[in-house]
């Protein structure tokens, strides 16, 4: 949703941290896949773009937490519905998502509310669902 504003340096770190979270649970389910293609959609990325990438895990955080705070706030938001999408927000997934919150200087507050708005979008994304699919 927010991931075209970026710039291409923040958009290859936001894919190698989202990789690290849908491999971290040792299985990827095919709403991670399916998400994590939509995002490459929505940053104009090409899978030559991702399999390309050189850059480490670290240094990835790092550039992120180098955007403006709202920037974190949407990586943050766009990187937790990714955790979340299978239904399993697993331990490491959310020691991955602990680590980030700290290195984007994000307070529990906004942690909360940040992630209370992605389950409440998922709940309206059911909803049309079910009204779509009737």
Known sequence: M?????IIKEK??????????IE???KIEKSEEDLL????IEMNLIEDDIRDLKIEVNEAKHTLAG???????????????????DGDYDKKEKEIMDEIKAKFEISDD???????????????????????NE
Do not use: G, H, P, W
């Not at 927010?2 to 970026?6: A, Y």
């Not at 974190?72 to 766009?78: A, F, I, L």
């Open 2 to 6: 927010f991931l075209s504003e970026l």
């Open 12 to 21: 290859e770190a936001f894919m190698v941290v989202a990789k690290e979270i």
């Open 24 to 26: 971290s649970d040792d």
């Open 37 to 40: 293609n939509s995002y490459k």
């Open 67 to 85: 955007m403006t705070t709202d920037k974190k706030r949407k990586v943050y938001m766009e990187l937790y519905a990714l955790a979340f999408c």
């Open 110 to 132: 906004t942690q909360k509310e940040l992630e209370t708005c992605v389950n409440e979008l998922n709940l309206v994304y059911k909803k049309i669902s079910a009204v779509v």
